[in-house]
């Protein structure tokens, strides 16, 4: 399909456990965003990629929380020692880069996939 | 830090009616954007409408309308001819224009806890 892909769509783990959560972007979107949504409120930032390198992690609740884009397409979001506070939706979007002078650019529509819906027992 | 405020957890309109969406938000910045998404049961966000914050008229699509209101920090959206397929959870979600400058601008939304319209026949 021609739009971002996550998976899994849904995880279950027990606490304590390693998991992945794995995005692929629009072909061609140099830009990435993870959010998190918990049960009744909007997404969260967590974390923003530019290419492969990670240009904002201001986010990310603690350093159980890790993202790699290693080849500037497809993203993983990993999460250590699940708690069950990490229960939420983790949304990925992704947009495209648009150049806006010398050594300046800015991001364009962020286009949503239809995320990862994890839970902690 | 921004704010974003959506008064109405829940609201229900009649097929064919016209619906009005609230949303108040906090911010110093001069230059913003300003969105309405829409989020189905499909959990995938899907953009509605976009507003710059430097201009003075209302953005328009199609059905949707808005009633930005800079001055007040109000930023309302309309739906007329409601539809059953407009049942949707909608956020109410800012972003920072910012200073363009190498690592880009502008990328980290903030949302509203959301609205959950229910169109019925």
């Known amino acids: 399909g021609a739009g971002v892909s996550q998976t899994p769509s849904n995880k279950v783990t027990e606490k304590g456990k390693y998991v992945e959560l794995r995005c692929d972007p629009i072909?061609?979107?140099?830009?990435l965003y993870w959010y998190r949504q918990s049960l009744g409120q909007g997404p969260e930032f967590l974390i923003y990629?530019?290419?492969?390198?990670?240009?904002?992690d201001s986010g990310l609740p603690n350093d159980r929380f890790f993202a790699v884009r290693p080849e500037g397409s497809v993203s993983t979001l990993k999460i250590q020692r699940t708690e069950r506070g990490d229960s939420a939706v983790y949304l990925c979007?992704?947009?495209?880069?648009?150049?806006?002078?010398?050594?300046?650019?800015?991001?364009?529509?962020?286009?949503f996939g239809e995320g990862s819906r994890l839970t902690v027992l | 830090a921004q704010t974003v405020t959506q008064s109405q957890p829940e609201m229900s309109v009649q097929e064919a009616e016209t619906v009005t969406l609230s949303c108040t938000y906090d911010?110093?910045?001069?230059?913003?954007?300003l969105f309405w998404y829409k989020q189905p049961p499909s959990r995938q966000m899907i953009l509605v409408i976009r507003?710059?914050?430097?201009?003075?008229q209302n953005a328009t699509e199609n059905r949707f309308s808005v009633n930005f209101q800079k001055a007040a920090k109000s930023f309302s959206l309309k739906i007329s001819d409601s539809q059953l397929g407009d049942t949707a959870m909608y956020f109410c979600a800012f972003m920072k224009r910012g200073r363009e400058k190498s690592g880009g601008s502008n990328y980290k939304l903030t949302f509203g806890k959301g609205t959950l319209l229910t169109v019925n026949p």
């Open positions: 072909s061609g979107h140099t830009a």
């Open positions: 979007a992704s947009s495209l880069t648009i150049a806006s002078g010398r050594n300046a650019w800015k991001t364009g529509e962020l286009f």
């Open positions: 990629f530019q290419g492969t390198g990670a240009a904002d």
């Open positions: 911010t110093s910045e001069n230059n913003y954007y």
């Open positions: 507003q710059e914050a430097y201009k003075q």
